[in-house]
């Protein structure tokens, strides 16, 4: 049963750090896509960071420098560390995994950046 567990999301001054992470259980990580998306209040979800099945990585502009996606193999998990947060990324995050064309999500995680 393919699980994806999100954890880190919280409060945080404009300018701080938070680091996400997405533990994933039922497939193996590194042999398929996976991303970080998000969705403000009112708005569509958005993807903020995805590494493709042969380890290609893609940021949009929006956090293009401020944020890394990155995965530890052995742990099964991959991570988004949020640097220099601006009150816009304000969302709740998810981790997603496509296995096989068809798309798994996590629960989400609140990420709330104060001004």
């Known amino acids: 049963q393919v699980q994806l567990v999100e954890s880190g999301g919280g409060l945080v001054q404009a300018g701080g750090s938070l680091r996400l992470s997405c533990a994933a259980s039922?497939?193996?990580?590194?042999?398929?896509?996976i991303g970080w998306y998000r969705q403000a209040p009112g708005k569509q979800r958005e993807p903020v960071a995805t590494?493709?099945?042969?380890?290609?990585?893609n940021y949009p502009d929006s956090v293009k420098g401020r944020f890394t996606i990155s995965r530890d193999n052995a742990k099964n998990t991959v991570y988004l560390q949020m640097n220099s947060l601006l009150p816009e990324d304000t969302a709740v995050y998810y981790c997603?995994?496509?296995?096989?064309?068809?798309?798994?999500w996590g629960q989400g995680t609140q990420v709330t950046v104060s001004s």
């Open positions: 039922g497939f193996t990580l590194s042999r398929n896509a």
């Open positions: 997603e995994a496509t296995i096989s064309w068809t798309d798994y």
């Open positions: 590494i493709s099945s042969r380890g290609f990585i």
